[in-house]
C-alpha cells in the first residue's frame, strides 16, 4: 500500500546560466506635460473662425508660417469634453506655449507657437497664436489626420533686475541749415474818402486892407470829382473807394464776414464769426445695446465760445455759418467683459460722417477710441457724437467724466 508519511526535502539545484524570453512591449505611454489628442480638419476660412465640430481642430491659414488664429472644439477625438483643459490656456493672461503634432508621426510633422488670447466660444475655443516653427507641409496635417495638442504655461515673471550702468553721453550732431527767410508781399494802401466840411464859424475875421486891383484871369474848369460815399447799415455797410473811377473797390460786410471786392473778384475774405466748444459727458452711459448706435448726451460744457452747444435737449453743436470745422470726437469705454469691436462715430444733421474703432478683451478694463476730423458743414446743420459697441453682450459702458468728450471748432467759411 503507498505510504501516508512524506519524504525528505531534497537539496536545490544549482541557479540556471540561461536567461528567459523577452516579454512583449508594453503600451505607449502618455504625452508629457498637458495634452490630448483631436482630429485635424483642413476646412480652413480665414474669414469665419467657427466651431470646427465635435473632436475636431482647424487653423485660419492653409500656409504653416501664417497661421494666426485656431478653434479647437470642446470634445477630443474620444469624445471627451475637456474643457477645463482648454481654459487652462488662457491662465488669467500668462499665456504659455502650444505645440500640435501627428500621433502618428510625431518627429516629423508638427506645428509649434505661443498663445495671444484665448476666447471660450461655448462649444469650442478660439485661440490667437503667434507662428514659430513647423514642419510635414502646409498645412502640416492631413484631414482627418490625429493630432495630439501640448500646452506648456509661460513660467512667472523673474524679479526686476537692478538698473544697468548708464551709457555715455552721445555726440553733439550739427547745427542744421538755417531756414529761408521769406518776406510777404506789402499790403494795399487804400485811402479813404475826405470827410465832410466843418460848420462855418460864427466869429468873424477882421476886414483886412483893400488891394491893388489886379487883371482878371479866369482859370480852367477842373474835372468834376467820384459821387459821395454811401453807406447802409452795419450789417451791410457798402463803401466805393478810389479816386478817378478806373479803380473801383466794394467793401460787403454781414454778420458772418468781411468781403473786399476788385472789379468783381473777391480778393479777401475775413472771418467775422467766433465758434467752438469743448462739452464733456458727466455721468456713465451703463448697459449699452449690442451692435446698436448709441448717442452721448454731453450735457457738461468746458467751453462754448457762440453759445452754439445745446447741452440740455438736444446735446448737438448747430453751426452758426457754413464753413470748415475742426471735429474731434471721445468714447471712453468700461465693463468690457468679451472680445469687442468698440467704435466713436461723429454724426452730422443725423448722418453717420466718420467711424473710429478700437478692439477690447477681458483683459482690457478700459478702452478709447478717438475720431478726427475737418468737415464742411452748411449753416444750421448739426453735429453730435455716438458710440457703438459689438460684443454679443450688453455689459459694456461708456465712461462719463473728463475722456470722454466733443471738441468743435470753427477753422474758414
Known sequence: ADSTVAGPTGPTGADSTVAGPTGPSGDQGGYGGWSSSWDFSTSISADTMDDPGTGNLRFNHATASSVTEMVINEANADSVNVAAFLSSFANSGNY??????????????????????VGDQGTYYWLEVTYALATGGDPPFSNGEEVVVTFAQKGDEGAKGDQGIQGNQGITGPTGPSGESITGPTGESITGPTGPTGADSTVAGPTGATGPSGDSITGPTGPTGPNNITTATTTNLTGVLAGNGSNIKTITA??????????????????????????????????????????????????????????????????????????IGTVHWKGITADSRLEAKIFINGSETQTQAALGNSNTARVTSQCVSVEYVASTQYIELYGRQTSGTTTVDIDGGTETYLIVHLLSV
Do not use: H
Open 96 to 117: 504659455g506655449f502650444i505645440k500640435i503634432f501627428s500621433k502618428a508621426n510625431p518627429g516629423t510633422k508638427f506645428w509649434a507657437g505661443t498663445i495671444r488670447t
Open 254 to 327: 454781414t454778420e458772418d464776414e468781411v468781403n473786399i471786392t476788385d472789379g468783381g473778384n473777391t480778393t479777401e475774405k475775413v472771418l467775422n464769426v467766433q465758434s467752438k466748444c469743448k462739452v464733456r459727458l458727466a455721468s456713465d452711459i451703463s448697459n449699452l445695446t449690442d451692435a446698436t448706435d448709441t448717442k452721448v448726451t454731453l450735457d457738461t460744457e468746458i467751453y462754448d465760445i457762440g453759445s452754439d452747444f445745446d447741452s440740455t435737449t438736444n446735446n448737438r453743436f448747430t453751426a452758426p455759418v457754413s464753413g470748415y470745422y475742426l471735429i
